[in-house]
């Protein structure tokens, strides 16, 4: 366990030494280094939801697509943080162009005009409210105002799957937030682990690891969220979209291509990911079993963002009006709901 976190917070720093120093990005023209080179900065986060990110940047899928459409070059620079509101942050500023995050802080991001939209779906994947098997916690009604939850950050998906069993179980969606407290996932797990909060509601391949400790799982999520719906998704500003259609297009297209890789190679898409994904630390064979979960998969449409949004619009997680449809959210081409 100490050796998984210490890789992950060396993996943060190396990732934010990046960020700083990536250089802002407007049109075509300004996604040039001093020697012509194009640039484009790209930010995920931890988990095995990412994994068509590092399929890209490991099989360099951009760069190629790029390069066979135009004849030219790219430079992609990829980073990791710990969550969709710093990636929101880093858009706002100008230093990156792609980014994939939970639906919850996407639809926020584009409602609040952050300046991008969704350019395709990702992944869907298990999410399970974690807690220790002697907790004595079998639903959301045995938690008391002392009791913690770990969850990534308030406003993220997490928080707002939180809410919708919260407003399922308890009649408020509200119930249990002056119970959370925000960690990455990692370091939630680590919490969890030594009893310093009472549960963790967190993502693959987190719950995977945790249930190999023999920490059990809260019925609360399932039931609001079901297996296929949409978790994680790609976004693109708008500055990319608009003023350089040809990169924009090979990133839509090397995501696609990384996908179609983890769905038809499996066996092969473990082995990347065992080698290359930090987040990860286990072996090949470890990481295929995550990937066969059949609460694990992998598409580039959308399903169940706009029940989402809707729900995040009427119970006040937005300070903005929700989106009308599913077009206020995605660019021209995204299919799904």
Same mark, same amino acid.
């Given at each position: 366990?100490?050796?998984?976190?210490?890789?992950?917070?060396?993996?943060?720093?190396?990732?934010?030494?990046?960020?700083?120093?990536?250089?802002?990005?407007?049109?075509?023209?300004?996604?040039?280094?001093?020697?012509?080179?194009?640039?484009?900065?790209?930010?995920?986060?931890?988990?095995?939801?990412?994994?068509?990110?590092?399929?890209?940047?490991? /099989?360099?899928?951009?760069?190629?697509?790029?390069?066979?459409?135009?004849?030219?070059?790219?430079?992609?620079?990829?980073?990791?943080?710990?969550?969709?509101?710093?990636?929101?942050?880093?858009?706002?500023?100008?230093?990156?162009?792609?980014?994939?995050?939970?639906?919850?802080?996407?639809?926020?991001?584009? /409602?609040?005009?952050?300046?991008?939209?969704?350019?395709?779906?990702?992944?869907?994947?298990?999410?399970?409210?974690?807690?220790?098997?002697?907790?004595?916690?079998?639903?959301?009604?045995?938690?008391?105002?002392?009791?913690?939850?770990?969850?990534?950050?308030?406003?993220?998906?997490?928080?707002?799957?939180?809410?919708?069993?919260?407003?399922?179980?308890?009649?408020?969606?509200?119930?249990?937030?002056?119970?959370?407290?925000?960690?990455?996932?990692?370091?939630?797990?680590?919490?969890?682990?030594?009893?310093?909060?009472?549960a963790q509601l967190t993502t693959s391949p987190f719950t995977f690891m945790e249930e190999e400790?023999?920490?059990?799982?809260?019925?609360?999520?399932?039931?609001?969220?079901?297996?296929?719906?949409?978790?994680?998704?790609?976004?693109?500003?708008?500055?990319?979209?608009?003023?350089?259609?040809?990169?924009?297009?090979?990133?839509?297209?090397?995501?696609?291509?990384?996908?179609?890789?983890?769905?038809?190679?499996?066996?092969?898409?473990?082995?990347?990911?065992?080698?290359?994904? /930090?987040?990860?630390?286990?072996?090949?064979?470890?990481?295929?079993?995550?990937?066969?979960?059949?609460?694990?998969?992998?598409?580039?449409?959308?399903?169940?963002?706009?029940?989402?949004?809707?729900?995040?619009?009427?119970?006040?997680?937005?300070?903005?009006?929700?989106?009308?449809?599913?077009?206020?959210?995605?660019?021209?081409?995204?299919?799904?709901?």
């Open positions: 366990m100490k050796k998984r976190i210490l890789i992950m917070l060396v993996t943060v720093i190396t990732a934010m030494g990046m960020c700083f120093a990536m250089t802002g990005c407007g049109g075509s023209d300004e996604n040039a280094n001093a020697d012509g080179t194009k640039t484009l900065n790209i930010m995920q986060q931890y988990g095995l939801a990412y994994a068509p990110f590092v399929v890209m940047e490991q /099989q360099g899928l951009i760069e190629k697509a790029y390069e066979e459409a135009t004849g030219s070059t790219v430079e992609v620079n990829y980073a990791t943080l710990n969550s969709g509101s710093t990636i929101n942050e880093s858009f706002a500023s100008g230093d990156v162009q792609v980014g994939a995050m939970g639906v919850a802080p996407a639809v926020t991001g584009v /409602q609040t005009g952050v300046g991008y939209k969704i350019c395709s779906n990702m992944s869907a994947q298990p999410h399970k409210l974690m807690t220790q098997p002697d907790s004595g916690k079998k639903s959301l009604k045995d938690f008391t105002g002392e009791d913690k939850i770990a969850l990534v950050n308030i406003g993220s998906i997490q928080h707002i799957l939180l809410a919708m069993a919260c407003e399922e179980q308890l009649g408020d969606a509200h119930a249990l937030d002056a119970n959370i407290s925000a960690s990455a996932h990692p370091d939630g797990m680590a919490a969890l682990e030594n009893g310093q909060v009472a400790e023999g920490m059990v799982e809260i019925d609360a999520i399932k039931s609001v969220w079901p297996e296929g719906n949409s978790f994680i998704v790609a976004v693109a500003s708008e500055d990319l979209y608009n003023n350089d259609p040809e990169l924009y297009a090979a990133v839509v297209q090397a995501i696609g291509e990384a996908i179609d890789f983890i769905n038809n190679s499996p066996e092969d898409a473990a082995a990347l990911l065992a080698e290359n994904d /930090q987040s990860i630390d286990q072996d090949a064979d470890t990481v295929l079993s995550w990937l066969n979960d059949p609460a694990c998969s992998y598409s580039t449409e959308l399903t169940g963002v706009m029940d989402m949004a809707n729900f995040m619009a009427e119970n006040g997680f937005l300070e903005v009006d929700g989106p009308a449809d599913i077009s206020d959210l995605v660019f021209d081409g995204v299919k799904g709901n």
